[in-house]
């Protein structure tokens, strides 16, 4: 029973866009921080982007600000990545991960991969061409 379903990725020149989109099954995302990150080959999972579902707080790695967007869609429970100007170095394979965060801490915490116990993605294929 899947219960983070992470789609979106594919392949893209550099410079172009896609969406990335996290659904979640058999819970709902109140009250939790809600992330993306990203692996590549022979690289730790780096953290992406967050949103804190409950205040909109939304949170971005240096070098994604300016490019990409994060946003939550209450109606579809749904977590959206939106990523502009991708760069040959975008390329990944991107996860979603949920975890209920005290607020006090998620600035601090969201973009570290060992915070979310609970729930990730399968992962989703982003591949920027030069």
């Known amino acids: 029973d899947v219960q983070l379903q992470a789609s979106g990725g594919g392949l893209v020149q550099a410079g172009g866009s896609l969406r990335l989109s996290c659904a979640a099954s058999?819970?709902?995302?109140?009250?939790?921080?809600v992330a993306w990150f990203r692996q590549a080959p022979g690289k730790g999972r780096e953290g992406v982007s967050g949103?804190?579902?409950?205040?909109?707080?939304?949170y971005y790695t240096d070098s994604v600000k300016g490019r990409f967007t994060i946003s939550r869609d209450y109606a579809g429970n749904t977590v959206n990545l939106i990523m502009n100007n991708l760069k040959p170095e975008d390329t990944a394979v991107y996860y979603c991960?949920?975890?209920?965060?005290?607020?006090?801490?998620?600035?601090?915490?969201?973009?570290?991969?060992?915070?979310?116990?609970?729930?990730w993605g399968q992962g989703t294929q982003v591949t920027v061409s030069s």
């Open positions: 058999r819970f709902t995302f109140d009250s939790y921080t």
């Open positions: 949103i804190s579902w409950s205040d909109g707080g939304t």
């Open positions: 991960a949920a975890e209920r965060i005290p607020s006090i801490f998620v600035a601090s915490t969201w973009s570290d991969p060992r915070v979310y116990t609970h729930y």
